[in-house]
């Protein structure tokens, strides 16, 4: 079975500009995740769909990042413009149904680096 | 927000030796939990689960506890291998949310 799939791997902006991150769950898996991470610390959050639907988006910096699921399936996750504090692993992940006693399952992450 | 916080942040173990990693949580209500583990450079591996109706399971090498009373996760692998050396996250359940805690980094002494 085929893994979550995460691109870039690594990006490396300057402050200011934009950048977007593309994420494909596992099939069949109906709730995909945005997490957050930074050096030393554990997964944050984002943004969690059902579907094409968001269920959860309360810790999403609205005023610089943005995602979508249109199609139920992949998702782009965006931030425009960067700041120097979004350097971070981004980190999609999916599961069978809703977190609730359903395994989250990882992609190997997009590493941003701002300067 | 929910708070998963781990006792120890780094252990350094001799290969061979069993390892034994603690998390605190917070929630009570927390009805699901998770193992997972983070090498350099990729995202975090699940390990075990385990829900909480039930206070111990066992993996290949790994056995998760939980103790409901005093809020306690803990994960034990058996006979430690420089393979094991990464950071473990426990990560709690709480109704549709998962909360991560900060991390034990795990090193193996060869």
């Known amino acids: 079975e085929a893994g979550v799939a995460q691109s870039p791997r690594y990006k490396i902006i300057e402050k200011r500009q934009s950048v977007a991150f593309w994420c494909n769950p596992i099939?069949?898996?109906?709730?995909l995740y945005w997490y957050q991470q930074i050096l030393g610390q554990g997964p944050k959050l984002l943004i969690q769909f059902q579907n094409n639907g968001v269920v959860d988006d309360s810790q999403l910096p609205k005023d610089r990042f943005s995602a979508e699921r249109l199609k139920g399936v992949d998702s782009t996750l965006k931030i425009q413009p960067a700041k120097l504090e979004d350097s971070a692993v981004y980190l999609c992940?999916?599961?069978?149904?809703?977190?609730?006693?359903?395994?989250?399952?990882f992609g190997e992450g997009s590493w941003l680096t701002v300067v | 927000g929910e708070s998963v916080g781990l006792h120890l942040p780094t252990l350094s173990v001799q290969e061979g030796d069993n390892s034994i990693i603690n998390c605190a949580y917070s929630?009570?209500?927390?009805?699901?939990f998770i193992w997972y583990k983070q090498e350099s450079g990729k995202g975090p591996q699940f390990i075990i689960d385990i829900r909480s109706n039930m206070d111990k399971r066992q993996g290949q090498r790994v056995t998760v506890l939980l103790n409901k009373t005093v809020k306690h996760l803990s994960l034990q692998i058996a006979a430690t291998q420089p393979g094991d050396s990464a950071v473990y996250f426990c990560a709690e359940n709480t109704g549709n949310q998962f909360y991560f805690g900060t991390g034990t980094s795990l090193t193996v002494i060869p």
């Open positions: 929630n009570s209500a927390s009805d699901y």
């Open positions: 992940a999916s599961s069978f149904q809703g977190s609730s006693g359903n395994t989250i399952y």
């Open positions: 099939s069949g898996h109906a709730t």
